[in-house]
């Protein structure tokens, strides 16, 4: 209101001609007025006061209609997981969700093709009448890391690779480089339906390739090779010279935000992901657990009737939960685990919902903000 009434009567003053007065309030408003100043961020606001918005799987398409019929039919031979209810929804382009809609947070499955080829066909599709068994796509041709979320089964996707998605993500980067902290979470994926299935083994689906200690030095080298050294925020910068991450967090506090503008960070989950030193020399971070004094990042994906517990871990650790999961509560259009993940303090918010899917409803999930402010 006070905003309102002081812009009239900067009007009223133009309006008596007074050109330079006018120009002196609006001067006044922007400089006094304005929620947080630069200065104030630079002085006061840490990396864990940051809560953002991130897309869950966000590489992902959605399924051929063709398919989720077919998965319908069979899910009880599938598991639960493979159900075709929750696997119906899909993401724009990255760089459409940053801009359009501040997403700040994303998340990749990654399966590993040693040889090339490995996913080029894609086997569900065999007993599916008029649909393509075989994809043409160059991504899958070569060797390396591939982006899709359930092999064999659920593989549309924006992006064939981990290299081209985060080459996206690197050049979004560096042409906005006041950006608040971008997190990415990478999945790794060492199983798949055939190694949890003797049924789709029979029917002639893949095993998934199992990730060694080489493997994960591969990941490294192509994370350092796409993201310059001043963009990607590693645990040997969180942990300085001291002898672990919480020790760092302990003596000297959390990084401010101001000095965590334009970085990115790469947290690890999954698969074998026990092969990945979690030491605090390497450039990506784990999600782990309390016990471990390099931990940083903690998952707490379901916040209902754990918010409490989530906000007492808010001060030491950034935590990741999820808005809503599998499509149920955008089908009954429930905002409670919304809610709950608000309440919770924690500091990345995942959703498949920043825009809604008029297929199945008007469930949305928006913070409106680059980013929001944990409660202290």
């Not at 050109?19 to 104030?40: A, D, E, P, R």
Request: net charge neutral.
């Amino acid at each position: 209101m006070l905003r309102r009434v002081f812009l009239v009567d900067c009007f009223n003053e133009v309006l008596m001609k007074d050109v330079f007065i006018y120009f002196v309030c609006i001067f006044l408003l922007t400089k006094f007025t304005s929620g947080i100043s630069f200065s104030q961020e630079t002085n006061h606001l840490r990396l864990n006061d940051v809560r953002v918005l991130a897309s869950h799987n966000s590489y992902k398409k959605n399924p051929d209609p063709k398919v989720l019929k077919f998965l319908s039919k069979v899910k009880n031979k599938i598991g639960e997981e493979n159900n075709p209810i929750q696997l119906e929804y899909g993401h724009e382009l990255l760089t459409t969700q940053l801009n359009d809609f501040m997403i700040r947070g994303f998340e990749f499955d990654i399966y590993y093709d040693s040889k090339g080829r490995k996913f080029e066909k894609r086997k569900i599709n065999s007993f599916i009448f008029g649909m393509k068994k075989k994809s043409n796509a160059d991504g899958l041709k070569t060797p390396g890391f591939k982006v899709l979320h359930i092999a064999d089964i659920d593989y549309e996707t924006n992006y064939h690779t981990l290299e081209v998605a985060l080459e996206e993500l690197q050049s979004w980067s560096e042409r906005n480089p006041m950006h608040c902290p971008i997190f990415i979470n990478i999945e790794i994926k060492a199983t798949s339906p055939a190694d949890l299935s003797p049924f789709l083994r029979f029917l002639g689906f893949k095993r998934a390739t199992k990730f060694t200690a080489s493997t994960f030095n591969l990941l490294d080298s192509l994370v350092t090779t796409i993201f310059a050294p001043d963009q990607l925020y590693t645990p040997i910068q969180m942990k300085k010279n001291y002898s672990s991450i919480r020790e760092r967090i302990n003596k000297e506090g959390w990084p401010l935000l101001s000095d965590s503008r334009g970085k990115v960070f790469i947290i690890l989950e999954g698969d074998n992901i026990d092969l990945y030193d979690n030491k605090g020399e390497r450039p990506l971070f784990v999600y782990g657990d309390q016990a471990d004094v390099n931990t940083l990042f903690l998952l707490r994906n379901d916040p209902i009737d754990n918010e409490i517990q989530i906000n007492k871990l808010t001060d030491e650790y950034i935590v990741r939960t999820r808005t809503d999961a599998g499509t149920l509560e955008a089908r009954a259009n429930n905002h409670e685990r919304f809610n709950a993940a608000l309440n919770s303090n924690a500091q990345i918010l995942s959703t498949d919902y920043y825009k809604a899917d008029p297929a199945i409803g008007n469930f949305v999930v928006r913070i409106g903000e680059e980013f929001i402010l944990r409660k202290h």
